[in-house]
């Protein structure tokens, strides 16, 4: 089993900078990829970002080059640095592991961005 816990997330202004945070416990072992999901509400949940054991690195079409993960094996702790943050990027943000095929879940932070 993987443990993931969330932390950071909170209410931001539009245009205003947010970062969350994931800290990876347990069998953390051959963890393949870590990232972030997120769900609005109505909406399905949708992949923001992940970054493989090898540093390679995935964004959705809607946040590059506002949105940057990155993550500290040392911590088992994957970042994500939200810039520029839209009214649309409010969600519930899901920390995510991928382990021999099966995918664990954090609890999720709550962002929101007012406009």
């Known amino acids: 089993q993987v443990q993931l816990v969330e932390s950071g997330g909170g209410l931001v202004q539009a245009g205003g900078s947010l970062s969350v945070s994931c800290v990876a416990s347990g069998s953390i072992g051959s963890i393949s990829v870590m990232g972030w999901y997120r769900q609005a509400p109505g909406k399905q949940r949708e992949l923001v970002a992940d970054?493989?054991?090898?540093?390679?690195?995935n964004y959705a079409d809607a946040v590059k080059a506002r949105f940057a993960i990155s993550r500290d094996a040392a911590k088992n702790t994957v970042y994500l640095q939200m810039n520029s943050l839209k009214a649309e990027d409010t969600a519930v943000y899901y920390c995510?592991?991928?382990?021999?095929?099966?995918?664990?879940w954090g609890q999720g932070t709550q962002v929101t961005v007012s406009s």
């Open positions: 970054i493989t054991r090898g540093g390679s690195t």
């Open positions: 995510y592991a991928r382990r021999y095929g099966l995918i664990y």
